[in-house]
């Protein structure tokens, strides 16, 4: 059984025919020349096509309500941004039929005894806050604290990019223009709402703050944790908390029910039999490597069992099982609430590593 890795947003895609070609073109005229400054390592007809691509764009942001303040404020600063088109061209879908890593080494890149030793210190320095928005929202504290450690390292490492300037030049690559687009009118909105030009830096493909979220999934789910009516996630690490469990609501959240555990799986299990055969919309390459759903009660009859012995209370609660690769292989049944970690971020190594991070972060 191979194991999908998927990459951040904007990684997945082949390299569209067409990029190479326009990096490559030629010399521009002297009437060009006049027009645009070339940029350095940029053939100046690149800033030129990127100069009237940004006019489109604000004439989109226009229409959607951006103030013509911002549009001047932001756009015409902008340049192509080649370290980051070299970024998103280095990325590529992984060919069917290849190897993934071995689920053990992958997850001792990902968590090591530093990790959890630093997330038990943010858990119980920012204890009362977690506490109250797990009551609230029904989200541990412990996904909170795992998803703030895996996406920037605690907060200690967002990214540096400017955000506007790297949004500006995916989206003028062209192989994602319907989501980069989207996310470049959103950071203007942003703007329009208040939020500091100086805070909008983060990932190349866009990702910001402690939570590494798209702008627009911080215009739709950010919330203020701290009381000063402002969700800045960039540096208010209750902001960033309120904001994770909201983002984990909204992609489905059950209160009480565990992200998942690690089984025992008898070699009598039939596991072709239960393959999972539902239609998905979001994340649909993950979800085939998991079975379909069962009910605790169902999975008991088929003889799986907790590893560390212990079912969740609710007979009722739905889990698919999933067997991890490699000679270390390892059953986990992994709870609707899995697929709200996987709405986050669709890798199956993202979100096995979120839940087993969070269990050492509670233990
Ligand atoms: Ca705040």
Request: with cysteine; glycine share 10%; net charge positive.
């Amino acid at each position: 059984m191979d194991f999908n890795i998927v990459q951040r947003l904007g990684n997945r895609l082949a390299i569209a025919a067409g990029t190479a070609a326009l990096l490559a073109c030629g010399s521009p005229s002297t009437a060009q020349r006049e027009i645009v400054q070339p940029l350095p390592g940029v053939d100046s007809q690149v800033s030129q096509g990127f100069r009237t691509y940004l006019d489109s764009v604000a004439a989109r942001a226009r229409r959607e309500g951006v103030s013509q303040r911002t549009i001047d404020a932001v756009l015409p600063g902008l340049s192509f941004d080649e370290s980051v088109a070299a970024l998103d061209r280095r990325f590529a879908p992984t060919p069917a039929g290849q190897a993934f890593p071995s689920f053990g080494a992958e997850m001792a890149k990902r968590i090591n005894a530093a990790k959890i030793r630093q997330g038990r210190q943010v858990y119980a320095d920012e204890a009362a806050r977690l506490v109250a928005i797990e009551q609230q929202t029904g989200v541990p504290a412990s996904i909170m604290v795992s998803i703030f450690g895996h996406e920037t390292s605690y907060g200690t490492i967002m990214g540096s990019t400017d955000l506007p300037r790297a949004l500006a030049t995916l989206a003028y690559e062209g192989r994602r223009r319907d989501l980069f687009e989207g996310e470049l009118v959103a950071v203007l909105k942003m703007v329009d709402m208040g939020v500091p030009r100086s805070v909008l830096r983060g990932s190349y493909a866009g990702a910001f703050g402690y939570p590494q979220f798209l702008p627009s999934v911080y215009i739709k789910l950010a919330k203020d944790g701290d009381g000063d009516g402002k969700a800045e996630i960039w540096s208010s690490r209750a902001d960033a908390f309120a904001s994770i469990a909201n983002y984990m609501l909204a992609a489905g959240w059950r209160r009480g029910e565990p992200w998942g555990f690690a089984v025992a799986v008898p070699s009598s299990l039939n596991v072709d039999a239960i393959a999972n055969r539902e239609q998905v919309r979001k994340c649909a390459r993950a979800v085939e490597r998991h079975s379909e759903f069962k009910t605790m009660r169902e999975w008991k009859a088929l003889g799986v069992y907790p590893a560390g012995g212990v079912w969740p209370a609710d007979d009722k609660v739905e889990a698919s099982l999933l067997i991890t690769p490699g000679l270390d292989a390892q059953g986990y049944l992994l709870t609707r609430n899995y697929r709200a970690i996987l709405d986050y971020n669709c890798s199956n190594y993202y979100a096995m590593s979120v839940g087993l991070l969070a269990d050492g972060v509670r233990n």
